[in-house]
């Protein structure tokens, strides 16, 4: 079984400052991470995410997430958020032998203030 | 170019009815997921399929959910003796199928499903 545990419901950070969204994943064998965000009204969009290799991925809109396979970890992070960066995000995960069958955390709802 | 669309974008349906919704992938996507969202929960997955045959179908709830996908492209979702319970966003999703892009998904807007 695979599962996904993102341990904030919210998170709050004013504009400028660092931003970090959590991420816990249970899964049997080598890990595929996923990052996607929510904004309002409109579809999921991919962000980033780990097959294998270095363990800090880059992604879009400035964001980067790091792998740690000892703590079974994906944080997602952004050096300095915008205001725009509000939106909710998932973390989504999907064991090497389960191609197409992914598990999805319940969100993070950012908010970035100004 | 276009993105994954999904009809209707809002259903409004009385318990017992029957309801069909539609996704269109992105073209050349050979991989399409069905997923149902609920308030406050992330994506519950339900079903992919690579090309016309559904490759995991292992998180359609009941026997009462069923999709297809004839022709490789448009898939429809079909829910029959609809309950409160389904009641959701129904999320479909492709991706390009195979490569190292092969499962970054891309989503449609999702259809908003309502069981009086």
């Known amino acids: 079984a695979q599962s996904v545990a993102q341990p904030e419901d919210q998170v709050n950070v004013a504009e400028g400052n660092p931003l970090t969204v959590k991420c816990t994943y249970s899964v049997s064998g080598n890990p595929y991470l996923f990052w996607y965000v929510q904004y309002p009204n409109r579809g999921l969009q991919f962000l980033l995410k780990y097959i294998t290799g270095d363990n800090l991925v880059k992604g879009s809109y400035g964001f980067e997430a790091e792998f740690n396979k000892s703590q079974t970890s994906f944080h997602l992070k952004k050096p300095s958020a915008l205001v725009s960066d509000s939106a909710l995000y998932f973390c989504a995960v999907r064991g090497l032998n389960s191609w197409g069958k992914f598990q999805f955390g319940a969100g993070t709802q950012v908010v970035v203030t100004p | 170019g276009a993105g994954v669309s999904q009809t209707p974008s809002n259903k409004v349906t009385e318990k017992g009815k029957y309801v069909e919704l539609r996704c269109d992938p992105i073209s050349g996507h050979t991989a399409l997921y069905w997923y149902r969202q609920s308030l406050g929960q992330g994506p519950e997955f339900l079903i992919y399929?690579?090309?016309?045959?559904?490759?995991?179908d292992s998180g359609l709830p009941n026997d009462r959910f069923f999709a297809v996908r004839p022709e490789g492209s448009v898939s429809t979702l079909k829910i029959q003796r609809t309950e409160r319970g389904d009641s959701a966003v129904y999320l479909c999703?492709?991706?390009?199928?195979?490569?190292?892009?092969?499962?970054?998904?891309?989503f449609g807007p999702g259809t908003r499903l309502t069981v009086l």
């Open positions: 399929f690579q090309g016309t045959g559904a490759a995991d």
């Open positions: 999703a492709s991706s390009p199928g195979q490569g190292a892009t092969g499962d970054t998904q891309y």
